[in-house]
């Protein structure tokens, strides 16, 4: 697997990522998702620059210009509902792909610290020699990404596959990387040690789906 880890060098998305850690700071449900989704755009230049281009010519007012233009048919696909705005993002600079949506969460059958990944929804188009973009925000276990995976190659086999985290831990980076194939890209924002025993990234942020769009049952 190719990890791009993007936080390595500085640039204002320091800033977002310290925005939606900060205890305070992200409260603010709007301003949670608006940082999310920066980060999705940020993601996507920087994931841009790994995709396929030929020439075209633009005919301007005063005459004509070559210009590289990526060519890739690319299928954006998030696990919901957490998945959201990063999805949004990553459609903001990526607004002619196609779109995919799949559910996984965890499900604590005697309300332990034991869990397994439930997936009961997916719609989406063919993902065959598709450049795949799989959007998770937490990359913490790596069992819904793999859960969600499994899924998807009912629907084609994708030509490339890049995932697409706002933090990830290194256990679930370890944990991807077992399963996806080799020439798999991971872009994501930043990188954190440890997850605690239920499986969430420590410090990470908390709860991403609570914290976008509010707690649930």
């Known amino acids: 697997m190719h990890i791009h880890h993007i936080s390595e060098n500085n640039s204002i998305l320091n800033k977002f990522i310290a925005e939606i850690r900060d205890v305070v700071i992200q409260k603010d449900s709007l301003r949670f998702r608006r940082n999310i989704e920066r980060i999705g755009e940020i993601l996507s230049?920087?994931?841009?620059?790994?995709?396929s281009y030929k020439p075209i010519d633009v005919i301007t007012p005063l005459g004509e210009k070559s210009i590289e233009k990526p060519i890739n048919d690319i299928v954006l696909c998030s696990i919901l509902r957490a998945g959201l705005p990063l999805h949004q993002g990553l459609l903001n600079y990526f607004d002619d792909a196609e779109n995919a949506f799949i559910s996984a969460y965890r499900h604590h059958p005697v309300n332990n610290t034991a869990s397994e990944i439930v997936v009961e929804y997916f719609a989406?188009?063919?993902?065959?020699?598709?450049?795949?973009?799989l959007a998770d925000p937490m990359l913490a276990t790596g069992q819904?990404?793999?859960?969600?995976?499994?899924?998807?190659?009912k629907y084609g086999v994708p030509k490339e596959l890049h995932i697409v985290a706002v933090i990830a831990a290194k256990?679930?980076?370890?944990f991807v990387k077992t399963h996806f194939p080799e020439n798999t890209h991971l872009w994501v924002a930043t990188i954190d040690a440890n997850l605690n025993e239920k499986g969430y990234i420590v410090p990470g942020l908390g709860d991403a789906g609570d914290l976008a769009f509010g707690s649930k049952l």
């Not at 230049?45 to 995709?51: A, P, R």
């Open 45 to 51: 230049y920087e994931l841009s620059k790994n995709l």
């Open 124 to 133: 989406s188009p063919s993902m065959e020699n598709k450049t795949l973009l």
């Open 144 to 153: 819904s990404l793999v859960a969600v995976y499994e899924a998807i190659k």
């Open 171 to 174: 256990e679930g980076i370890d």
